[in-house]
């Protein structure tokens, strides 16, 4: 069975001030397809964004944000399970930080816990630990995090769902003329240079943080798929049929 990593956004599943009980449960119905065929690693941004449902207070500083994301992580994983029960699924939790992925002991440690919970058929839900990072946000919305996920913890394939739907030849919110790229076989390095903003109020992660992202999984032979997290047909069709109508493919 290959394993995979599902990388979700913030700005997916949250929305102002609320958190998208639709899409969190459309994104869940969709890991349970999921994990009929494959072995399946969430890792999901948006804690601080399910803390801010709770305490309306500015995230424009470290520790408000920190604040925030202690609130958020325990509910965002109680509202993950909740949408998994009828599925006779279960989440479970995986704080993890850089410095994480800059021990060998610690970094088998976690490979040993992700091992374990999905041979329990149990939805390893990673995140990254901001209440005690300091660096904080050191993974662009979670977009890095999960290329190292995949990597380390011997996934074949990182599918990131973003509100992007793919990866364009020149900026789509500039250029009509823009066209998707199917098909990406190396990071040319002049795409790393200017920002393509999402308009996520939530997200810290943008074109260039997924660019960086694929990059690190190629180098790796590895491969990444850039699709919608807002419409799933995409990422079904290339997961569950093997067509691919739509995204990135980074191969």
Same mark, same amino acid.
């Given at each position: 069975?290959?394993?995979?990593?599902? &990388?979700?956004? !913030?700005?997916?599943? +949250?929305?102002?001030?609320?958190? !998208? &009980?639709?899409?969190?449960? *459309?994104?869940? =119905?969709?890991?349970?397809?999921?994990?009929?065929?494959?072995?399946?690693?969430?890792? +999901? =941004? $948006?804690?601080? !964004?399910?803390?801010?449902?709770?305490? *309306?207070?500015?995230?424009?500083?470290?520790?408000?944000?920190?604040?925030?994301? $202690?609130?958020?992580? %325990?509910?965002?994983? @109680?509202?993950?399970?909740?949408?998994?029960? %009828?599925?006779?699924?279960?989440?479970?939790?995986?704080?993890?930080?850089?410095?994480?992925?800059?021990?060998?002991?610690?970094?088998?440690? $976690?490979?040993?816990?992700?091992?374990?919970?999905?041979?329990? &058929? /149990?939805? %390893? /839900?990673?995140?990254?630990?901001?209440?005690?990072?300091?660096?904080?946000?050191?993974?662009?919305?979670?977009?890095?995090? =999960?290329?190292?996920?995949?990597?380390?913890?011997?996934?074949?394939?990182?599918?990131?769902? =973003?509100?992007?739907?793919?990866?364009?030849?020149?900026?789509?919110?500039?250029?009509?003329?823009?066209?998707?790229?199917?098909?990406? !076989?190396?990071?040319?390095?002049?795409?790393?240079?200017?920002?393509?903003?999402?308009?996520?109020?939530?997200?810290?992660?943008?074109?260039?943080?997924?660019?960086?992202? $694929?990059?690190?999984?190629?180098?790796?032979?590895?491969?990444?798929?850039?699709?919608?997290?807002?419409?799933?047909?995409?990422?079904?069709?290339?997961?569950?049929?093997?067509? @691919?109508?739509?995204?990135?493919?980074?191969?």
């Amino acid at each position: 069975m290959k394993r995979i990593v599902v &990388k979700v956004g !913030s700005h997916i599943i +949250s929305e102002k001030n609320t958190i !998208s &009980k639709e899409r969190v449960q *459309n994104l869940v =119905s969709f890991l349970a397809l999921l994990m009929q065929k494959y072995e399946v690693i969430l890792v +999901s =941004s $948006a804690a601080i !964004s399910t803390g801010q449902t709770k305490l *309306n207070i500015k995230r424009d500083n470290l520790t408000n944000k920190q604040v925030l994301a $202690a609130i958020g992580q %325990p509910l965002l994983i @109680q509202i993950y399970n909740e949408f998994l029960a %009828p599925f006779n699924k279960i989440g479970g939790q995986v704080l993890l930080t850089a410095k994480n992925f800059d021990s060998r002991r610690a970094t088998k440690l $976690a490979k040993n816990t992700i091992e374990a919970m999905l041979s329990y &058929k /149990i939805l %390893p /839900i990673i995140n990254e630990n901001d209440t005690i990072d300091t660096g904080e946000i050191i993974f662009g919305d979670n977009d890095s995090l =999960s290329a190292y996920t995949t990597h380390f913890f011997e996934a074949d394939m990182l599918v990131i769902l =973003s509100d992007i739907d793919g990866f364009y030849d020149k900026n789509p919110h500039e250029f009509k003329n823009a066209k998707l790229l199917s098909k990406v !076989s190396k990071i040319d390095a002049k795409w790393l240079e200017a920002e393509i903003k999402t308009g996520s109020e939530h997200g810290t992660g943008g074109i260039i943080t997924k660019l960086k992202a $694929a990059e690190f999984l190629l180098e790796r032979g590895r491969k990444m798929f850039l699709t919608s997290g807002f419409d799933l047909c995409v990422a079904k069709t290339f997961l569950l049929e093997g067509k @691919q109508i739509g995204g990135t493919l980074f191969s």
